[in-house]
């Protein structure tokens, strides 16, 4: 997973309750189930030896009927489970991950403002409608019932009988599923059902500490650490429902306007699904394998889109197969959905957000991330909640060694090597150790730990070592020692040390030989905020041309920008504010590689106005009545702002007015003036911060499109126009 993935450029990171009374009573609780009288007994043929044939410790046949209308899910679960330990186990323990969804407090914390928003959005829908859960009704094996607890999102089966190392037993499970409104890994929005975690899946059992994995899922990262297994699910759904599961899938008819389709999936850590009665699906078969995009149909040209998106996506498999280990199964799915700010990694399956605008598709790196996610998660799998360095570092650094390889520089090793500061957490932490720094923790100073091994060893030893990687845990689960063990094997002890002291310690940070200097550094960052500015508008062509930020996007990319102060009679706290305005300006504009000419002087304006400022952007900062620039092309700029409808006179003639519009050059139309300004003979007080607050925001890429606003004397916004960004709510968050 990757959060505010929609951007295709990865900037550093110097730029990125309901009680649990209402939750409990919103669903049924699961709680001790009740077994038949006597002590249920195993006979010997259910306790019979593994064959050969058994290549896993799990195979799940789920049969389960969506209820669309209550939301809801009815399900039977048939689980055959080997005992590879060499303990004797008196009980197994499954996952009810769908329980994080009995309250609020449970629920992932990444998808809170999404929830809140819809919460906003549709009124209707009550608190209780955002929880869910999983009611256990019953379960059994050989036809007796046995005794279970399901806490705290752990089911805990008791065994009448032993089972031994080497035997296998089958367990039938029956339960329904309240399906949550908004999002989460597991809910409903508008036209989707997301389908992770929505039936009892077998948690890992550690035979060192002899006992079963009970950790809940957490509340501010991934809990997903499972043992492969094989699955055959059947959804029974309306007739006009397309779903994306993993495996391979066949559809029948079933009873009146319904349908089942059925998904055999082998070899595959876990298993999800997505349901939409308006899912396209295009498809594409090359060498052997098949990928599809579940996607709306919603704007124009959105095939061709798509078909550029399953381009991409062949590249990038192929790249890793080559590096790392082939891609193993027939199929690879994509899935369009309403999941803001961030992409998920399933088996054989990714899901995405929804495509905006124009995509810059060959970008877009949070696409190539989330397929890494097949070799670090689903194929060499791991305890995201204790070692998420292993699936979160190893997939970043990933994407930018495919960007490296594919000739996309500022999405290659430059983002690596652009070292920030070290932070106390170490790379082996847990996620309660980090916090809230994931992503500075697991993938930013993870992928330098791994880029530092490459650059170490090369990268012909590199592959070669994480090809071996490969081989020992595809299908099996990874933990830093086997990886480190992996190293010392291929790259010798001393290696293995000093990865393992950069793993193990904190205040990693990347060894100064492999960083940018400092000039490299301003360059990277120059052209990093060149495409980001630049990609922002191709992806929205629609924005009018008079937008504030574009008047950095322009500069950008070569175009003069000069900034114009005004000089007239100004007391000494304008000019203060002035300076202070100019500052916050340049301090922004130096960070972005930007240089801009500053005019003070009233005779330096007058011999530049018209050639050189004739082909400049310019940024004008005060008071119209004291701001040469203003004076000289009065009459022009007023026609100018009348064409994107600032009333120029009447705003200008009121008192204590201040903000900022922008318009075409007076003198050049393909260029752009933007006024900072205010009516008083200075800001007040109370009006000043937000005045240089919302100025910071109307440049910056990440907010809405500002043609104009206009703040009272007290600050607040009295009057704009602006075009919505859609992803400056990701930004807000």
């Known amino acids: 997973m990757k959060k505010l993935k929609q951007w295709n450029i990865t900037l550093p990171k110097c730029i990125i309750t309901g009680s649990l009374v209402v939750a409990l009573t919103a669903v049924p609780v699961s709680g001790l189930g009740i077994a038949v009288a006597g002590k249920p007994t195993l006979q010997n043929d259910l306790l019979v030896e593994a064959n050969t044939a058994v290549h896993h410790l799990a195979r799940y046949q789920v049969d389960a009927r969506i209820d669309e209308k209550a939301m809801k899910i009815h399900a039977t679960e048939a689980v055959t489970y080997r005992n590879n330990t060499s303990d004797t186990l008196d009980n197994i323990v499954f996952h009810t991950f769908a329980d994080a969804n009995r309250s609020k407090e449970t629920q992932s914390s990444l998808f809170e403002h999404s929830n809140q928003r819809m919460a906003k959005e549709n009124p209707d829908k009550k608190p209780e409608d955002f929880l869910g859960g999983i ?19 752990a089911l805990t089966v008791t065994l009448g009988q032993a089972l031994q190392p080497g035997q296998s037993i089958t367990l039938e499970l029956e339960f329904d599923v309240k399906i949550p409104y908004g999002s989460q890994r597991l809910s409903y929005y508008k036209n989707i059902i997301n389908g992770a975690h929505w039936f009892p899946v077998l948690s890992v059992y550690d035979p060192a500490e002899h006992m079963w994995d009970k950790t809940p899922y957490s509340t501010t990262f991934e809990s997903d650490y499972y043992d492969s297994a094989d699955y055959q699910v059947t959804l029974n759904v309306p007739a006009e429902y397309k779903v994306s599961m993993p495996g391979t899938l066949t559809e029948q008819e079933a009873d009146a306007g319904r349908k089942t389709v059925t998904a055999t999936a082998n070899n595959t850590r876990e298993f999800v699904f997505f349901a939409s009665p308006d899912f396209k699906v295009e498809s594409v ?6 990928v599809q995009y579940y996607y709306f149909d919603n704007q124009k040209d959105k095939k061709q889109i798509i078909d550029q998106y399953i381009d991409q996506a062949f590249k990038v498999i192929n790249f890793f197969s080559e590096k790392y280990g082939k891609y193993p199964y027939p199929e690879f799915r994509i899935v369009e959905s309403y999941v803001e700010g961030l992409a998920v990694e399933f088996s054989r399956t990714i899901q995405m957000g929804l495509i905006q605008g124009q995509p ?60 920030e500061v070290s932070l106390d957490s170490p790379l082996d932490s847990t996620n309660d150790k980090v916090g809230d720094s994931p992503d500075a923790i697991f993938y930013k100073k993870g992928r330098q730990a791994i880029y530092e091994l490459y650059r170490t060893l090369g990268e012909e030893k590199f592959d070669e070592l994480m090809r ?43 060894k100064p030989e492999y960083r940018l200097t400092a000039d490299e550094e301003a360059a990277y960052m120059h052209e990093q905020f060149k495409s980001i500015y630049h990609s922002v508008f191709v992806q929205f062509p629609e924005v009018p041309f008079e937008t504030m930020s574009r008047i950095v996007d322009k500069t950008l990319q070569g175009e003069p920008l000069t900034i114009i102060m005004s000089d007239g009679q100004i007391s000494d706290k304008t000019k203060k504010q002035q300076d202070q305005l100019l500052n916050q300006i340049q301090g922004f504009m130096q960070i972005a590689g930007i240089k801009p000419t500053v005019i003070t002087e009233r005779q330096v304006l007058k011999n ?44 200008m003639n009121k008192s204590n007015q201040s903000g900022a519009y922008i318009i075409k050059h007076p003198y050049n139309q393909n260029r752009l003036m933007l006024h900072y300004f205010w009516t008083g003979d200075q800001l007040s007080d109370q009006v000043a911060d937000p005045f240089m607050d919302k100025a910071s925001e109307s440049l910056s890429f990440s907010n809405h499109f500002y043609q104009y606003y206009v703040l009272n004397n007290v600050g607040k916004i009295s009057n704009e126009h602006k075009v919505e960004n859609p992803f400056a709510q990701l930004f807000a968050e």
């Open 135 to 153: 009611e256990i009704n019953n379960i059994k094996s050989s036809g007796q019932h046995l005794k279970f607890d399901n806490t705290n999102q």
């Open 285 to 290: 078969t090359r060498d052997g394998l098949t």
């Open 360 to 419: 810059d598709i060959l970008n877009h790196s949070a696409f190539v991330h989330e397929i890494a996610h097949q070799w670090f998660h689903a194929l060499i799998g791991n305890d995201s909640e204790t070692e998420s360095f292993l699936d979160e570092g190893f997939a970043d650094f990933s994407m930018v060694y495919f960007y490296e390889k594919q000739g996309i520089p500022l999405n290659g090793f430059k983002v690596i090597q652009f070292d």
């Open 468 to 510: 071996t990687y490969f081989d020992k845990y595809v299908f099996k689960n990874a933990t830093i020692d086997g990886l480190l063990q992996v190293v010392e094997n291929k790259a010798g002890k001393k290696i293995r040390d000093d990865w393992e002291a950069d793993l193990r310690n904190p205040n990693y940070s990347l």
């Open 608 to 651: 530049k106005l018209k050639q050189e400022l004739g082909d400049s952007n310019v940024i004008v900062i005060g008071k119209p009545d004291t701001n040469g620039f203003i004076q000289a092309l009065k009459s022009g700029i007023i026609k100018r702002a009348d064409t994107v409808g600032f009333k120029w006179r009447d705003i």
